[in-house]
């Protein structure tokens, strides 16, 4: 089973910006992958999608400010986050799209953004 492990959250103020990467310990190039988030009493959701080509998908709760990119030769996903908002803090996962709760989910990376 491929290993996911989520890095590069931390606490930023309002507008700012992040870059979480995914590392998968396995072959995720042929594979759609998505960035997920899930906010404390809220259900986790798809905030961003990129097919095996580079096809790219955003909730519009994040259009315009989050961009998802994928490394082939280095089994990584990226998300970078700009203009980051309060309603942005969750814990951020990424999986493939599609993938249940009963799936395998990493730890994932805590975004706090607060004054």
């Known amino acids: 089973q491929v290993q996911l492990v989520e890095s590069g959250g931390g606490l930023v103020q309002p507008g700012g910006s992040l870059r979480l990467s995914c590392a998968a310990s396995?072959?995720?190039?042929?594979?759609?992958m998505g960035w997920y988030r899930q906010a404390p009493g809220k259900q986790r959701e798809l905030v961003a999608s990129?097919?095996?080509?580079?096809?790219?998908n955003y909730a519009d709760s994040v259009k315009g400010r989050f961009g998802i990119s994928r490394d082939n030769v280095k089994n990584t996903v990226y998300l970078q986050m700009n203009n980051l908002k309060p309603d942005d803090t969750a814990v951020y996962y990424c999986n493939v799209v599609g993938a249940g709760p009963w799936a395998y989910w990493g730890q994932g990376t805590q975004v706090t953004v607060s004054s």
């Open positions: 990129i097919t095996s080509g580079g096809n790219t």
């Open positions: 396995g072959s995720i190039g042929r594979i759609w």
